[in-house]
């Protein structure tokens, strides 16, 4: 714990740009010392927050990611309104550049994937910053300590089972209520296929080429409720 407190505070001294930026503002330290482990897929670890625009026009924002320091095997990801990026994507592509109407807010998410692999502790800086002008930013620091584990930041109550993973040809999701939608995503972000979502159904993946997706599960007022990562794995003869 003394390890994670130290960043922290070094966290702390990186920051001082962001009470300084009144156009956009988000959680300096969204997870502290604890983080929200999904019961239906405990070797993602999320971050989840928010970055808001402060202003009476559009803003165009990026961001940059900075593993500080993630054990050797762990995977980040970032999570925002365009996509959710592979691990290899630090900074946000020009070509995905947010756009924040006056009032509303882009999605911050920092989800860790640990693959089982050892490890208790992980520090990821996000720089978000505006397209036209970089000098404008704040950042934001997402601490995780495996060894704390909360749930007390889980906003909702819609239970998501999504299996097998690695999957082949079918991929089975179940749920209590409140989804609409089921995306899939290439690593590059792209939106590859899109189904209907209904409880305990099973949806065909056999025309995906082998490799990682991102799920992403829309509620029924249209919020993406989680992001998981799929495995597709064909048949090996």
């Given at each position: 714990m003394n390890k994670i407190f130290t960043l922290l505070f070094i966290s702390f001294l990186f920051s001082a740009a962001y009470a300084q930026n009144n156009k956009f503002a988000a959680e300096t330290y969204?997870?502290?010392?604890?983080?929200?482990?999904?019961?239906n897929n405990p070797l993602d670890h999320v971050c989840h927050n928010y970055v808001k625009n402060n202003t009476g026009v559009i803003?165009?924002?990026?961001?940059?990611?900075?593993?500080?320091?993630?054990?050797?095997?762990?995977?980040?990801?970032?999570?925002?309104?365009?996509?959710?990026?592979?691990?290899f994507i630090t900074a946000c592509p020009e070509e995905y550049v947010n756009e924040i109407p006056k009032g509303q807010k882009m999605l911050a998410d920092m989800h860790v994937y640990d693959g089982g692999l050892p490890g208790t502790e992980c520090y990821i800086k996000l720089k978000v910053f505006e397209k036209e002008d970089t000098t404008s930013s704040i950042n934001i620091d997402y601490l995780f300590?495996?060894?704390?584990?909360?749930?007390?930041?889980?906003?909702?109550n819609i239970a998501v089972r999504m299996f097998p993973n690695p999957a082949q040809?079918?991929?089975?999701?179940?749920?209590?209520?409140?989804?609409?939608r089921i995306d899939?995503?290439?690593?590059?972000?792209?939106?590859?296929?899109?189904?209907?979502?209904?409880?305990?159904?099973?949806?065909?993946?056999?025309?995906?080429?082998?490799?990682?997706?991102?799920?992403?599960?829309?509620?029924?007022?249209?919020?993406?409720?989680?992001?998981?990562?799929?495995?597709?794995?064909?048949?090996r003869s």
């Open positions: 969204p997870c502290k010392d604890t983080f929200t482990v999904d019961p803003l165009k924002l990026l961001w940059r990611r900075y593993d500080i320091e993630v054990p050797a095997g762990w995977e980040p990801t970032m999570c925002d309104n365009v996509n959710c990026y592979a691990t300590n495996k060894e704390s584990v909360g749930t007390k930041n889980i906003q909702r040809n079918q991929l089975n999701i179940d749920y209590n209520s409140g989804l609409s899939i995503y290439n690593v590059v972000g792209s939106k590859v296929l899109s189904y209907k979502s209904e409880p305990s159904k099973s949806y065909d993946i056999s025309m995906l080429e082998d490799g990682v997706y991102f799920i992403k599960f829309i509620t029924t007022e249209g919020k993406i409720l989680r992001t998981l990562k799929l495995v597709k794995k064909g048949i």
